[in-house]
């Protein structure tokens, strides 16, 4: 019986450090200031091991904090051994090469101390609204032009704040008394898992996390192994072109499975932008192990063991793996296509196995206005993130999703909403008929948005799309999805990147891209073109050009 | 009506004697759930057509990449744009194109719609466009069935208003036979007292407004549990309650202060996966916030792909049931592990009219937990228990901080047919340092609905912040919500005194939640900016530790709650002896969850246990519906009310 008991209390002891974990990731929810928080929980939380190996980790929004933040805290205990913490320690760093990829994003870890000992550590991440630079668009030069660096750094030492760091903090912000909120909700964060992971440890008289972490992450490790395992051996390689900036992006991804290990090299793919839309290389593995996740072991718990098993390479000097000081704000835009790349080689080595390629990128509209030139004319100052999304892949056996979010898990704005905080007044918000690509199973379908400003003046839009010259792909002769289109009312078309103007009298035009198809369309069900045709989503002509399908 | 010719007869009292017939009814809820509704179309604001589709955007679960999510109640093609536009305030931007709603009426009649729901962008700022579609369709269509958004749900957020708009339509047709049919009835059965319904709100409603605003009938089951908890909670004089039902299959939670559930505005209805948050259709309306969590005595034990134990949210249900009832499962079962732990006797379940298969039990259990995870049956059983209560306690807890409460301040109610049998263990979990068992713990819903009161709830959005706070436009909005929730109210109170509850829902510029913060009674003036602004720090500073000084408030909407009194308590208070110590006659061999062993432990029928009785922990207490189990860190005493309160024991650290 005892040694039942104490694996039904290992048990019990892994559920509850995910029951932190979740508990750490509301108190930063409700208590944060950031807009993309709280309407998409940019957030994370975790607990981690003194050798900083992560135990568990809340299941939040973003993939790019999920798998970012195991390797954010190795870093950090190599500039603060744990051992030489005291109680009521914390530190900070916004560095995009240790934290999560950009500026905004902060991450804190906390020592934590049972009976005057240290015995673990935990961690948690917010994107902070702005740390001053050129504010949030890809155009900055450098990093340096992006806003404040902070370095790893004490925020509490020995329980007394920082206050230098506090005032320089706020000092270097447009929202300088959001920005205190939000760096005091972490804080609430940490402290809640610290108490609580004290909690736990002393309902099991544990004096230390050694033998529970072994048991985890041992344990999702091999269950790792294990799914790998039941994939072919091999290698296989698939290339991805997309937009980019000031060039197009060749992404090439070669991937390659043996012995319960899978290893993806991002090898021979474009250099670093000169623009913010660079990603580190942790950035990019997050990505892309999110992406291979999804597929492979979507279901074993998060944490050092079940990310063991994946290792992620690209080149210094590429865009997946830009050095200091490359400007990298605007990150996720190629972040958010590496699993479409990755999943390209999985279909390879088993096709059947993922979905065709999808929007994958956000199509969100950071609008401004009256800010800098604008401030003195009378204009309502404001800034608004309208976040939006087009359509996935169509699934080997389902179609795609209309206008949703992969892999960002983001929740879309509701027009009403952006009405009342933003002098904005938006014309159209519908599905994009014509767009899903066509196949025996259907893209999901992107959206059209039209929207102007409700005071007559100018707004301003900080671009950062993709896929408006390179669609999305189809699968196995599915159809490629419908290309994105970005546009002002006068039919003048806007740059899918950078800082542009929408003149008073015009509306913006905004056509989300499709997924694309999976299987040959002359084999999809008539019933699903009658059930299209129906819904004014598929058109007639169309159902015949791609269907051969007469009513 | 069988049922209540029969519970007359049996009650011995004539059907004129009835003052009036509270019912709770989840048909609303199940046509949402089962998709039988009317034939419903959708009008909605040109441009606007998939509100509906695009819902939140997202995926209900992040790493699947396979989910579908819940086609809309109302088709595409059921979904009629017209030509019109208000602005954020209530302002026409294009007046309404009345040729494009009278075109129509012919689609309507071609397509056999039984029901319209009309959602327009800001209606709630101003609802005479959807009135004047209203009125134009009806002239058409006299016998069409018509929600207006503006009605069901005066709130910001289209795809809320509109799924809230749509769900009411599509139930509307059918309710309104059924409760039409239901009031003939009992007044042919001579019951002349008025037919009240049970809300998802926790108070009861008028026939009228049910069958206008039958949604709010969803979920009133559930709902009914936490009402009575807040009576229990409000005799105890407990301020701060976990109220923790568990039945069969599910488990539910709801925080009660001040003997008032904790009420929210929105809700989620016909989830596709079960328990998973945002896989159903979101619905703003008044609800006692609770969460549910696959857990129940039915919920089936299985080992995962990581060799650990899982419980739920997959139940056997009553038919076939566990193992342990003999009808054919085979699962294993929580019932069945409580069983084998000897928490539960073979003999006398459900009130005596069933006899349990301890050998099936041990049987299930040995081949889908022990045998997997090469453990004894024992230790399978325990296991099982264990993770159901670590599941339940988690829930809870992630809830609680949700909502910004602190559950070792808790005091817990616990019933439902297996709530008293694992309340200890849980409240050892979370830190609760007492807990109480009310009278007839096992049939709570059906008491409670007996508790409510008749009262309604209404919003309004009308977005301000501090600094142009408008007193003007706020008294304004009061008065017409005061005339509007009051003569609700009258039809099923009568012409008593009623009670207004004001509030309105604040947060910092840009911040994630809004927080309730009360709003004086009376006339509002401009002093009320500075009240509100007191009233708001105080409670932010309550739920986060912090207020932000310097930080510009905005005000998203305002809520009225209009209730009559409660009705009388009937249960009269039992004169306690004084203090005795029993100790139970027979004795029963129970597992301790902290050692995994063996337990000599007293069992007390609970008629037995008069008021003043105390006793010590472990032991057992039994009736008809269920079990209490007392863990070994627990004491307790039967209370003047009959309650069983048990406290952890001050030696014992927690």
Request: glycine share 12%; charged share 20%.
């Given at each position: ?9 290992l ?38 091991d ?17 798998n ?23 530190w ?71 206050r ?46 050694t ?15 294990e ?38 090299d ?22 892309t ?9 979507p ?14 390479l690209?080149?210094?000097g ?16 190629v ?48 800034a ?23 892999p ?53 839009l900080a ?14 002769g ?38 694309g ?5 002359s ?10 045709l ?18 | ?5 029969l ?9 004129d004697?009835v ?13 949402l ?78 397509e ?98 049910a ?10 089951g ?84 990581l ?15 566990p ?7 085979t ?24 006899t349990l298969d ?10 889908d ?35 910004g ?30 807990v ?102 105080d ?44 100790t139970?006659?027979?004795?029963r061999?129970?597992?301790d ?18 008021p003043?009785a105390?006793?010590e ?11 209490t ?26």
């Amino acid at each position: 019986m005892s040694d039942a008991l104490e694996r039904i209390h290992l048990q019990i002891m892994w559920d509850r450090l995910i029951s932190v974990v979740e508990e750490q990731g509301q108190t930063l929810m409700r208590a944060a200031f950031s807009p993309i928080v709280r309407e998409s929980g940019d957030i994370s939380a975790g607990i981690f091991d003194l050798e900083g190996r992560m135990m568990a980790q809340a299941v939040t929004g973003t993939p790019g904090h999920i798998n970012t933040m195991a390797a954010s805290v190795r870093h950090l205990i190599r500039h603060f051994p744990p051992g030489e913490a005291f109680p009521g320690d914390l530190w900070i760093t916004n560095d995009p090469w240790i934290g999560a990829g950009h500026l905004n994003d902060f991450v804190l870890v906390k020592p934590c101390f049972l009976d005057g000992r240290v015995v673990g550590l935990n961690a948690c991440t917010s994107h902070l609204a702005d740390i001053g630079g050129r504010s949030f668009g890809p155009d900055a030069a450098d990093v340096h032009e992006e806003g404040m660096f902070i370095p790893p750094m004490k925020l509490i030492e020995g329980g007394e704040i920082n206050r230098t760091l506090m005032t320089l903090l706020r000092a270097n912000s447009r929202v300088p008394v959001q920005n205190e909120g939000d760096l005091y909700a972490l804080i609430a964060c940490c402290e809640v898992g610290e108490e609580r992971l004290g909690d736990m440890m002393r309902e099991f008289a544990l004096t230390s996390l050694t033998g529970l972490s072994d048991h985890i992450i041992n344990t999702s490790r091999e269950a790792t192994r294990e799914r790998l395992r039941s994939w072919p051996s091999g290698t296989w390689s698939n290339e991805m072109m997309v937009d980019g900036y000031e060039f197009e992006i060749r992404i090439a991804a070669r991937l390659t499975i043996a012995e319960g290990a899978l290893a993806i090299d991002f090898a021979d793919s474009s250099p670093a932008s000169r623009y913010g839309i660079n990603c580190p290389l942790t950035y990019s593995q997050a990505y892309t192990v999110f992406g291979l996740k999804c597929v492979i072991a979507p279901d074993i718990p998060n944490n050092a063991g079940a990310l063991e098993p994946f290792s992620v390479l690209a080149p210094e000097g590429s865009i997946m793996n830009a050095s200091k000081p490359a400007p990298v704000t605007m990150r996720h835009i190629v972040g958010q296509l590496l699993p479409d790349a990755a999943l390209g080689c999985l279909h390879r080595a088993r096709p059947g196995s993922v979905p065709a390629e999808g929007t994958s990128v956000l199509w969100d509209l950071p609008l401004r206005g009256g800010f800098g030139i604008y401030h003195s004319s009378g204009q309502t100052r404001f800034a608004l993130e309208m976040v939006h999304n087009g359509g996935t892949g169509a699934r080997p056996s389902s179609d795609g999703l209309d206008a949703t979010a992969f892999p960002s898990g983001v929740i879309g704005t509701q027009v009403e909403l952006a009405e009342s905080v933003a002098p904005l007044i938006v014309w159209r918000r519908e599905l994009r008929p014509d767009s899903g690509g066509a196949g025996r199973y259907r893209g999901g379908h992107g959206q059209i948005i039209e929207v102007g400003s409700s005071e007559n003046a100018t707004l301003q839009l900080a671009a950062a799309l993709d896929r408006i010259t390179y669609p999305p792909r189809g699968r196995e002769g599915g159809h490629d999805g419908a290309r994105g289109i970005l546009r002002l009312s006068s039919g003048r078309p806007l740059n899918g990147k950078g800082e542009q103007d929408i003149p008073p009298d015009e509306t913006l035009r905004m056509e989300s891209p499709g997924g694309g198809g999976y299987g040959d369309p002359s084999a999809r069900d008539p019933a699903l073109i009658a059930a299209d045709l129906k819904s004014g989503l598929v058109t007639p002509a169309a159902a015949k050009r791609d269907y051969g399908y007469r009513h | 009506m069988t049922g209540v010719r029969l519970a007359l007869e049996k009650a011995g009292i004539s059907a004129d004697a009835v003052l009036s017939v509270i019912h709770g009814t989840t048909l609303a809820t199940n046509a949402l759930i089962e998709r039988r509704g009317a034939r419903t179309a959708l009008v909605c604001t040109r441009g606007f057509r998939d509100t509906l589709r695009l819902a939140y955007e997202n995926r209900y679960d992040q790493y699947d990449i396979w989910l579908n999510k819940p086609e809309p109640l109302v088709p595409r093609h059921l979904t009629w744009p017209v030509t019109e536009r208000m602005d954020v305030n209530g302002t026409p931007l294009l007046e309404l194109d009345e040729t494009s709603v009278l075109e129509l009426a012919g689609k309507i009649r071609d397509e056999g719609i039984e029901s319209v729901a009309i959602g327009l962008l800001h209606a709630y700022a101003n609802p005479r466009h959807e009135e004047r579609v209203r009125d134009l369709l009806l002239r058409e269509c006299p016998d069409l069935s018509i929600t207006l958004s503006s009605e069901a749900c005066p709130e910001v957020r289209e795809y809320e208003r509109l799924t809230t708009t749509v769900c009411n339509a599509y139930v509307r047709p059918l309710m309104a036979r059924y409760l039409g049919a239901l009031a003939a009835e009992l007044a042919g059965a001579g019951i002349s007292g008025p037919l009240l319904l049970m809300t998802s709100g926790g108070s009861i409603c008028s026939l009228e407004t049910a069958v206008s605003l039958p949604v709010r009938l969803v979920e009133s089951g559930p709902s009914a549990g936490a009402v009575l908890a807040a009576r229990v909670a409000g005799r105890c004089g407990e301020s701060r309650v976990l109220s923790y039902d568990m039945g069969g299959t599910t488990a539910k939670i709801c925080m009660i202060d001040d003997a008032r559930p904790q009420t929210a505005r929105i809700f989620e209805i016909a989830r596709a996966a079960r328990f998973m948050k945002g896989s159903g259709m979101t619905v703003r309306l008044p609800v006692i916030e609770m969460i549910e969590i696959g857990a129940g005595g039915g919920s089936i034990a299985g080992v995962d792909g990581l060799g650990r134990i899982s419980v739920g949210p997959r139940s056997a249900g009553s038919e076939p049931g566990p193992s342990c009832y003999a009808r054919g499962g085979t699962d294993a079962t929580v019932t069945d592990a409580d069983l084998v732990l000897g928490r539960l006797e073979a003999t006398g379940f459900a009130g005596g009219s069933m006899t349990l298969d301890a050998d099936a039990a041990r049987q299930a259990i040995r081949q889908d937990i022990a045998v997997p995870l090469s453990m004894d049956v024992m230790a399978g059983a325990l296991g099982m228990s264990e993770v159901v209560d670590e599941n339940m306690a988690s829930a809870a807890q992630v809830h609680a901080v949700e909502r910004g409460k602190v559950l070792r301040q808790c005091t817990m109610i616990a019933f439902g047919g297996a709530g008293p049998l694992h309340a200890c263990r849980m409240a050892e979990k979370l830190g609760i340092r007492r807990v109480v068992i009310p009278l007839h713990p096992g049939v709570g819903s059906a008491v409670g609905m007996l508790r409510a009161p008749v009262a309604f709830e209404v919003v309004r959005s009308r977005y301000m912040t501090l600094a142009t706070f408008d007193a003007a436009a706020v008294a304004g909005i009061y008065s017409s919500m005061a005339e509007e929730a009051s003569a609700i109210v009258r039809q099923g109170a009568g012409d008593v005194p009623l009670e207004e509850r004001r509030s309105c829902f604040m947060r910092y510029l840009g911040q994630g939640h809004e927080i309730e913060v009360p709003v004086s009674g009376g006339t509002i003036d401009d002093g009320e900016r500075k009240v509100l602004q007191a009233a708001y720090d105080d409670e932010y500073a309550r739920q986060y530790s912090r207020s932000v000084p310097g930080m510009d408030v905005e005000i998203l909407g305002w809520k009225l709650v209009v209730a009559a009194p409660l009705p009388d308590d009937p249960e009269t208070l039992m004169t306690a002896a004084k203090d005795e110590g029993v100790t139970g006659s027979p004795r029963r061999h129970v597992v301790d969850p902290a050692t995994g062993q063996m337990m000599d432990v007293p069992v007390f029928g609970r008629e037995s246990l008069a008021p003043g009785a105390v006793f010590e922990g472990p032991c057992i207490i039994t009736e008809g519906q269920t079990t209490t189990v007392v863990t070994a860190s627990f004491h307790g005493r039967i209370d003047r009310h009959g309650y069983i309160v048990l406290e952890v024991r001050e030696a014992t650290p927690s």
